[in-house]
């Protein structure tokens, strides 16, 4: 029995797979899915395939021994997959698998694909390989590992007769080692991998990596290597730019003195980086291949020589998120924005009376209190006797002076930068149509520019508090004084196509012109023979206020005068425009004339919405209807009262035939006086409605008896008073939109040739700009998205204005934009015309320039003989990052009689590393 139970114990089932076997089983399986076998042979490469063609990428997860693994595969994919043209060299080797053919094509060396374990093009040349790494970025360290790996991957490669180069990635990540192995028609492919962190001393020049080469592909074959195939590439860095001219300077505010950029330039917003936008560029010096036998690189001599390479290509590193002006001035004023500080807060308690009370409700025919700073249009020609208080504040007289002269131009006799026409109230071309700012370069517009540069560079919140309120007290000093504000026009609002702040300066204007007109009407002589109809329609309109015993007066001083009248005054007709050319009175049949009204009353867009919240929040009720009618009907009574005095005897009928000609419905025939029979449209026969109860309380008042409908007085006031409680985020807030509009208008005068998709960049930006001004009360989000924008377009212009400068190209040479496009794009570009051309030239000086600052740095000698010495001895270029070799041969491995096989070794040396990629085929044929 004891027996028995041994043999059960130690009884075991060949039979079941192991685990290893069911993960090669698996591979197998993948490799199968993906249809890798027996892969069809490509055509040539040619140069730039690894980089400007797409690769196609596979992931498969698989575990082994408890350990997660993904099995990737990558293939390079060519649009024009053609029949392999081989040369008679090629036809005779067509046994060899892709990977052989692969490594002897010159034209993808020194690709640099260094993402997602894309650098196996470089080390290996291969087009299409398949690599196994551990999931989750583990590491390989052990060798018993890696050998089972490697020999799992190499039986399911064979079983499956896949000829794909199969890698795994051992040692840690960050290093990048990758070993495998292609077998396959014949052949057996050995792919290894060194990297030491010490350069071994033989292997720090050509002469000793020949050396290792060469030992490597004769160990066992005894054959003599004649020649061997060289390709070189160094790589020059450099960082320092110590000759170009990028550096951006915000505007000169040193007015008095400095012309560099002076008043002229407060108009404009800055662009450009305040910092070189490029970082680094990468000079490559390519030998593309020669024999052996013809170059020399060891310690003592060297034929490699940067300015001697045949081909010269260059790659730039931008410097990530570089700070700009334009979008620092942006960003800047986004912030303050936020700022729910007073004037008082910011400026102290001398700006506290901009918020009495008594100041904004005080009438304007009384004199109002002199400001404590001085008005620049009381200082106009008497500069030299300016007053020397002033409200606190970080911007010194000297420098607000100009800023305010330059606003209020018209302040200054012969001033150099007047408006022009600003009929306009926005831009005239066509592509800022739908933008609501206000016209370019007009008052609103230069104001917002001039406290951008303020905010940014004279103080921050307090600085453009300070502007703020002079730009107020001016405002309120020209309201004082009948000065109409210029920049602004004096027509109506227009709360369509303009911004807020425009609206409110366009209703100062009307209230100054209106008032201006009033006093100016008010010391003409009057016309009092009101028995005389013709001067009775030449009296000046004069509009004024009347209150109710002022009223009582007139009526009894009208009542006299109607004593002494022929007529009764309601018989006179008063404040007619013209005959009109075909309506006669119904009633009488006397000619109808157009009656002189008033004007309609401005509005800006918080107003509208204003009364549109009343209309609404009246309710729907009997007395609500009322209300609203009554509300509405201020103009049409105003309206009716000038036509029953233009028109006496006139009668509702009369009244919508002129003024409502859609409710007035024609009939057949003629009345007695010739013109058309009609009558009223049913909404005007409706009992009670608002037309005929309007017209029945309507007396017969010329427009300029009555009480004006538009209170410039009040009005005006409302107006300061809205500019001075304003908080300093407010402020910023109203300035916004104009800021944005210049902005983009900046950066979209900016032309580059090298970005040709600047034009449509700066269309999309336009069209949320348009979305984001429509609105009153701003969206904060919408122009940070902007702004963002904005700042990624201005860096990538600052960089190739940058580049430009640097190489000294012209936008008008083709090849030299072709050449900074590529760059743009972080392609490695191949230099016109090589190491001889004219970008070879300024690149070599930029090298030369920068060796020269570096030994003068570090000189410390003293004698300038010496110092002149030094600079004819160092050389030109530095050393160069990193020396890249591809050495190539084709011998018969392992022995004399086998088939010839192609072998490479790929070397890369860096100041802390090297690595070494060896490609070493054998026949397994013909042993």
Known sequence: MNNVEIEDFYHHDFTTASEWEVFIARLEEIMHEWKLPHTKIAGSLQP???????????????????????????????????????SPLEEREEEWTQCQKDILDISNDFVRLDDNCMEITRYYGCREFLVLIP???????????IKILLSSLTIAANNASCYIPAFVQVQEPWQNMYLGGCAGKGTCVHLDMVHLKKIPSHCKYLTGLLALFKQ???????????????SARFSYLLKDWTNSTWTQEPPDFDFMQGETLGVAELGKLPFGATFDPVGELHLFTTWPEMPDSVVVDSEGFSDLEPQLAPEWSVLVKMV??????????????????????????????????????????????????ESRIPMISTVMGRASSKKNKNVEGPISEEILLPILYFLFPDAEDNSKFPYGDISVCNVDDDQWKGVKTCAMDSLVWRLSVVAAHCAHNLGGATALAQLW?????????????????????????????????????QMMNCCIARKKTREENAHKPQSMDIDDVEETESEEEEFFECSSEELANEEVSSTRMQLKAKHLLWNKPAGRLAKHPTLRLIQSG?????????????????????????????????YASEMRARMMSASLLSDMESFKAANPGAVLEDFIRWYSPRDWIDDEGFDEWGQGKGHLSPRMMIPDNPWSTTWASAQPVPAHRQKRLFDDTREAEKVLHYLCSKRIGQVAQLLLPTLTHAALYTLSSQKQEALPSLPDVAHSILNRLQFATKPTHQKLNLYEDITRDVEGVEA????????QRKLGGSNDSKEFTSFLIQLMRGKEVSVPGGSRGDIASRITTMFRDAQRAAHMMTSTSGNND???????????????????????????????????????????????HIRLAGFFSEDTTFL
Not at 135 to 145: C, H, I, P, Y
Not at 796 to 803: E, I
């Open 48 to 86: 730039g395939d690894f980089v400007n063609c797409q690769w196609h990428e596979a992931s498969e997860k698989l575990h082994f021994a408890d350990v997660e693994f993904l099995l990737k595969h990558y293939k390079l994919l060519k649009e024009d997959e053609k029949e392999d043209t081989a």
């Open 135 to 145: 999931a989750k970025k583990g590491s390989l360290t052990d060798e018993t590992r």
């Open 216 to 230: 490597k592909v004769r160990e066992g074959c005894a054959v003599r290597l004649d020649t061997v195939m060289v």
């Open 320 to 369: 990530s998120s570089p700070a700009c002006l334009l979008g620092e001035y942006m960003t800047d004023f986004l912030h303050l924005c936020n700022n729910q500080k007073t004037m008082v807060e910011l400026l102290g308690e001398n700006a506290s009376y901009i918020h009495s009370d008594d100041q904004m409700l005080s009438s304007a025919f009384n004199a109002l209190t």
């Open 469 to 505: 309120h002079e730009f107020v007290q001016e405002i309120r000093f020209r309201w004082e004084r009948n000065i109409l504000i210029p920049g602004v026009g004096p027509s109506f609002p227009d709360s369509v196509r303009t911004c807020l702040l425009h609206q409110k300066l």
């Open 590 to 622: 006397d000619p109808l004339y157009l009656p002189v009204t008033q004007d309609p009353v401005p509005k800006t867009e918080d107003q509208l919405e204003e009364d549109a919240q009343v209309m609404m929040q009246l309710g729907t009720d009997k």
């Open 796 to 803: 990538l212009v600052a960089q190739v204005n940058s580049l």
């Open 866 to 912: 010496a110092d002149a010495a030094g600079d004819s001895r160092h050389k030109t270029f530095p050393e160069p990052t990193s020396k890249e070799f591809i050495l190539r041969a084709i011998i018969p491995r392992p022995s004399p009689a086998s088939t010839p096989q192609p072998q490479r070794l790929y070397a890369c040396l860096k100041r802390d």
